[in-house]
């Protein structure tokens, strides 16, 4: 059903002016709803006509009064018009706004999340990351069609949103969209920092969020034992690609490098150090972070191996992250791995393998996956069933010892 729409002037007669004028008004009212604002036109209250809302006369004044007048309520019924066209509900704020030529453009959630989206892009390469600008992209995608879906709207005003707009949003993502718990989880979080963004700007006076939790699901993850590393080095094919992948997935597996770190090395990145042992001094590109890993013997083999194919600077002449995914999954399946193997399972293995299996201390792995939270390194670090049965080795020999038990 169409909304009703009108335009009235009034003149504000408690705020005469010293030449005797009072200020002309004008109110927008669409379905009961409200929105008053100045006309910057003045006139004498005896020259004001309360039942037309227009000026009295055929004067010259009067004429270019109500000629003003009749150009804003065309103006504001052009602004009502192509807002109903591609809107559901328009407000009269909106359409005053409008016509007042005001900045509004950012209080709808989704202009604010494009001007947000605009603004990271920038600073990708500096202070953020091309990864992380992927999901808020995502979100925002999944945001429009939320909209649309739910609210049959291209945007919807920040005051519009209620405290069921994120709980219901959520709902999308898990039965529409088909999205999995933990991503949710993840997806939630720039739809919150949005509101907050806005709250911050005056746009939304409670945060509609406030009472929304979601909660993460750990999961499990995937690292090759020892045995299968084993098997994985000892693994060669006849395909130059398959040969290229699993050797850098193997020096991953001994460093930590990440797949966006590893791509990028440089020799540059690789120099002898205090101790006279060769070591990879970087910065993670995801968060900029500092770390350093001394290169054991294998990685070293491999550096070595590929020296004479380096194209520039870069140590490894790598395909692409799908590309790679895609062959690990294949290789897999031909060592018998059974386990979905992807680039992020070398860190996982450097960590809990590599790393912890053989005492090695958390901090220091922290300190090699280039984390600033110890936190995130409790992620990667599993304590293996080898590492479980040698420390209570170890405890059952020194209470042998000094109990005789």
Known sequence: MRSTFSVLFYIKRTALRKDGTAPIMGRITINGEMAQFAT??????????????????????????????????????????????????????????????????????????????????????YTRSRSTYNKYAAVYDHLCRYILHKYNRTDLMFKELDERFVPDFDLYLRETALLSNNTVWIYMMPVKRIIVQARNRGYLSSNPAGDYHARFCHKERDYLTERELERLIDYRSEIDTFNVVKDVFLFCCFTGLSYSDVKNLTHNHISKSFDNHLWI???????????????????????????????????????????????????????????????????????????????????????????????????????????????LDLLSRRIRKEKGW
């Open 281 to 391: 001094v970087s910065q993670r590109k995801k968060t900029g972070t500092d770390f350093r890993v001394r290169l054991l013997d294998i990685p070293k083999s491999i550096i070595d191996r590929y020296r004479q194919h380096s194209t520039g600077h870069n140590v490894f002449p790598l395909p692409s992250n799908a590309t790679c995914n895609r062959v690990l999954r294949q290789l897999s399946q031909q060592i018998d791995l059974r386990k979905a193997v992807t680039f992020h399972v070398a860190r996982h293995t450097f960590a809990t393998t590599v790393l912890l299996s053989h005492d090695v201390p958390i901090e220091s792995v922290c300190s090699m996956l280039g984390h600033t939270n110890i936190k995130t390194t409790q992620i990667y670090a599993r304590i293996t069933d080898k590492k479980l049965s040698h420390d």
């Open 40 to 125: 910057r036109l003045a006139i004498t209250p005896d020259k004001w006509s309360v039942e037309y809302g227009s000026a009295y006369g055929r004067s010259e004044r009067s004429r270019t009064i109500n000629a003003e007048l009749n150009k804003i309520r065309c103006n504001a019924m052009n602004h009502y018009n192509n807002l109903l066209s591609t809107e559901h509900h328009v407000s009269p704020l909106r359409v005053k706004n409008l016509l007042l030529g005001l900045e509004e453009k950012y209080n709808t959630i989704l202009a604010l999340f494009r001007k947000h989206n605009q603004e990271f892009v920038k600073n990708i390469g």
